[in-house]
């Protein structure tokens, strides 16, 4: 997280929550934040847990990563500026060698979510190339850290 912003409380089921205020630039033609831009901020709460779960140090050592499958969105109020948003990331399911991010975008001038989403991501060998198992110590972190 960002600063010292505490979570939104709509955010306080989630594992990893960032605070990103909003960028002039990131506003389209209709003085909105483009559609586009919300995958970034998923990103960015995606990077923050994939950073806490140990999958980023990961990689630095075994060059064994995550990498993104598919992503969705549901876009349910426009963001405009000035604002700031928190974006909740947390994972909703795992498998042998993925898990499910859920994704949860709330405007902190609005008091309400703009955004909701998932992302599939798998765990990935850069050096063979392919998908691989995830990392013992992630699936042991995420199955100490969330509640499936």
């Not at 909105?32 to 990103?43: D, G, L, S």
């Not at 847990?49 to 969105?73: K, P, Q």
């Not at 426009?78 to 499910?100: E, I, K, L």
Request: hydrophobic fraction near 35%; glycine fraction near 8%; aromatic fraction near 10%.
């Amino acid at each position: 997280m960002h600063g010292d912003v505490e979570p939104h409380p709509l955010l306080a089921d989630y594992t990893v929550v960032v605070t990103i205020p909003v960028q002039w630039g990131e506003l389209d033609a209709y003085g909105h934040v483009n559609n586009t831009v919300i995958f970034r901020y998923f990103e960015s709460a995606r990077v923050a847990y994939l950073d806490r779960c140990g999958f980023l140090e990961s990689y630095d050592r075994d060059r064994v990563g995550a990498i993104l499958h598919s992503t969705d969105c549901r876009f349910r109020r426009p963001v405009g500026y000035p604002d700031t948003v928190q974006v909740g990331g947390r994972s909703a399911s795992v498998d042998s060698d993925r898990f499910t991010m859920e994704y949860l975008v709330v405007s902190l001038t609005e008091g309400e979510v703009v955004a909701e989403g998932t992302g599939v991501v798998v765990s990935f060998d850069y050096n063979r190339r392919q998908k691989t198992a995830l990392p013992e110590r992630v699936r042991r972190w995420i199955a100490a850290t969330e509640r499936h």
